[in-house]
Structures are given as structure tokens and as C-alpha cells.
């Protein structure tokens, strides 16, 4: 009986501190479509674990078809979960994607 309480105690710790600690950028996905110039800024949004000891990130642009990564904001404060991004002299493409 014990071992039975002992067991359940760990694997909830196990499931609490997975999903406690996670970091998923939301907005844009496959189905967004980014433009660039003029006042045409572009949503970045995401969701946090609570426990993940994430306060800030980089956010960088990567495409396919090219070599290099171009940083596009540094030192992202994680509260609010949401910035935008605006875009100028970027070669239009499919190939482009968001790390963070």
C-alpha cells in the first residue's frame, strides 16, 4: 500500500514537472502569412510553462533555401506573450522559419 502511495506521488511529480516546463511559440504557423513594410507589423505570440525559468529569448528568422540565421529581436521579455515583428527587405519566400 505504501509503495502504491510512494509510486503515484512520483509519477505525478514526473507529470507536473513535464508539463510545467515547456516553450511553444503559437502565432505564426503554418496557415499565417507574414507581410512586410510600412506599418504592416506581424504577431508573434506564445504559450509558457509556469516552472520553465524562461524570462527572455532570442528570436531569430531562418530560411530554407539560404544559408545563415538574421536576429530579429534580442532579450524577448516573456510577459506579455505577444510582440510584433516588422519586416523590411525581406525576398518573399515559403521557406522561412521563426526560432526561438
Known amino acids: 500500500m505504501r509503495l502504491e502511495r510512494i509510486c503515484r506521488a512520483l509519477s505525478a511529480a514526473w507529470f507536473v514537472g ?3 516546463a515547456y516553450f511553444n511559440i503559437d502565432i ?3 496557415q499565417t502569412q ?3 513594410g510600412g506599418s504592416n507589423a506581424n504577431l508573434v505570440s506564445w504559450t509558457k510553462g509556469l516552472l520553465d525559468d524562461i524570462n527572455s ?3 531569430e528568422l531562418a ?3 539560404v544559408d545563415g540565421l538574421t536576429l530579429v529581436a534580442r532579450n524577448v521579455n ?3 506573450s505577444t ?3 516588422l ?3 525581406y525576398p518573399a519566400g515559403d521557406d522561412y522559419f521563426l526560432i526561438s
Do not use: A
Request: proline residues 8%; glycine residues 0%.
Open 18 to 20: 513535464s508539463v510545467s
Open 28 to 30: 505564426p504557423n503554418t
Open 34 to 36: 507574414w507581410v512586410q
Open 57 to 59: 529569448f532570442d528570436v
Open 63 to 65: 530560411r530554407m533555401s
Open 78 to 80: 516573456t510577459k506579455p
Open 83 to 85: 510582440f510584433n515583428i
Open 87 to 89: 519586416l523590411q527587405d
